[in-house]
């Protein structure tokens, strides 16, 4: 009797989920067959690194996060410097940059994103970088030496975080940013005005409310970026972190649902049956709105990588939701964002807040029927507190604050939820009952 072929698992993309969902995979399953396909070369590394090594902190190894040794460990085909580039899913195929096809049982797209690089004159210019991949680092990593200004266009997260790094490297910064403050994705204007007080108290520049309109150079490289209101930046290297797009190329003339990534269900599976998404290119649901979101944050690339793994290996496995989380530091300075951060309706979430300027310690929790849905903190309190408002979000665990417990110093959670419980105020946590 013939024995039955092996299944056959397909990863595009050996990033956060793809890896997440390999080492799951393999939990569960020693024998089925795996590749993982990779379009950048070189070894595994870990995005958020970059910055890291950017700043000094780490040397090029660094940003790598598993062993020369990592795919016979895993008993997986890795292969790198492959892109995607078509997917047949009545035929169950998935065809390569170099002509090959594989055939899969079961496929998960964890490609993740690229930059987006602003249509305007200039962008071509030498000097001018994305800061999304292993090879950008490394290129703007070269050029530092050479420049006395840098600019950085978009003050989001990866924006924000490349500025920080070009301060740490004893250069003069401007960064711009369209919104109407720095970090719109992450801090409210309380939070933001904070961050941008301390860049301009180290010299740097922050222009925000503005957009480019060109990037000026001399000799074919980059020396300013002009703004739509004639105000000129003046730059010898410039980081572009006006956004990122999922990569969903290879997937063009196939009837997958999409929106802005990939709709998925509570499996991580999306509308074809077989084809699994995580990561930067899938739509969840948001564990606290219920609403259809791309969270394109390392965490969550994980939990997500995780339960689309588990779920082509055969053990049926639900996701509990996306929920919002970053937290940075600039210049010294950390802030983390978490939950429902944005809300401000006063009659459906209650808002507490404390600010101490001069300490720059600044406090905002949301809730709602009782239980912390959303935080915004900085100061030196983010690192004790952020794991522990993270767990309480996560867990639904319902308690109250009172205006004394907001002061500016940080808090003790622990005797938060003791005072609580003796006045009656904590319920079950919500992770005991149905989301």
Known sequence: MARAAKKHLVIIGASAAGLAALEAIREVDKECAVTVVSKEKGSLYSRVGLTHFLDGTVKAPGMNMRSPNYARQMNATILTGLAAVHVDFKARTLKLSNRKTLKYDALLVASGSSALILPI???NLRGVYPCITRNDAVNIDRAIPR????????????????????????????????????????????AAKMFEDVLRERGHAVVTGARAAEILGKAGRV????????????????????????????????????????????????????????????????????????????????NQGRIAGLNMAGVPTKYEGSMAMNVTSVLGLPIASLGLWQVTDATEYRIHSSLHESKRIYRKLIFKDGRLVGAVLVGSHVNSEAGILHNFIRTRQSFAVTPDQLVAGPISWGRVLR???????VGPPAAAAAP
């Open 121 to 123: 004159p200039g962008a």
């Open 147 to 190: 420049v006395r200004q840098a600019a950085v266009i978009g003050a989001g997260l990866i924006g924000i975080q490349a500025v920080d790094a070009l301060a740490k490297r004893k250069k003069k910064v401007a960064v711009i940013e369209m919104m109407p403050h720095v970090m719109p994705a992450m801090a409210d204007v309380t």
């Open 223 to 302: 020396t300013g970026v002009k703004l739509e209101n004639g105000e000129v930046v003046p730059c010898q290297l410039l980081v572009m972190a006006a956004g990122v797009r999922p990569n969903l190329e290879f997937l063009e003339g196939t009837r997958i649902q999409k929106k802005q990534g990939l709709l998925v269900d509570a499996h991580q599976q999306t509308s074809i049956k077989g084809i699994y998404a995580a990561g930067d290119v899938a739509e969840t649901t948001d564990l606290l709105s219920g609403q259809r979101v791309v969270i394109a944050i390392w965490p969550e690339a994980l």
């Open 419 to 425: 005072d609580n419980r003796r006045a009656g105020g």
